[in-house]
Nanobody, 121 residues
């Protein structure tokens, strides 16, 4: 599965962004989809995960309440709606696909190229 993430950019603190990730295969609907992020000098951390049908989601503690993950299997796309952004949210955001339900980056077999999100104070 090839994943293409987009939608990043520069935004002021308190602003919003919506990231998208399009998958190359029609089997997209059989994968658990996750978002992770990596800030300079830091480990890649879990942001959110959504189940195959979209009925189950989990958010990482740093973003809980401010981000929403969703998916449209007909469009082979997963989204990350981000609001009330803070400078600490600055990172490269990656989408990823897994055959199992997990919040661990090691469970994900396929990764997008990442999209940069920069939040200015």
């Amino acid at each position: 599965v090839q994943l293409q993430a987009s939608g990043g950019g520069l935004v002021q603190a308190g602003g919003s962004l919506k990231l998208s990730c399009v998958a190359s295969r029609r089997t997209f609907g059989s994968y658990v989809m996750g978002w992770f992020r990596q800030a300079p000098g830091k480990e890649r951390e879990f942001v959110a995960v959504i189940s195959v049908a979209g009925g189950r989601t989990i958010w990482g503690d740093p973003v809980k309440g401010r981000l929403t993950i969703s998916r449209d299997n007909a469009k082979n796309t997963v989204y990350l709606q981000m609001s009330s952004l803070e400078p600490e949210d600055t990172a490269v955001y990656y989408c990823a696909a897994s055959g199992t339900w997990s919040t661990s980056r090691y469970a994900y077999d396929y990764w997008g190229q990442g999209t940069q999100v920069t939040v200015s104070s």
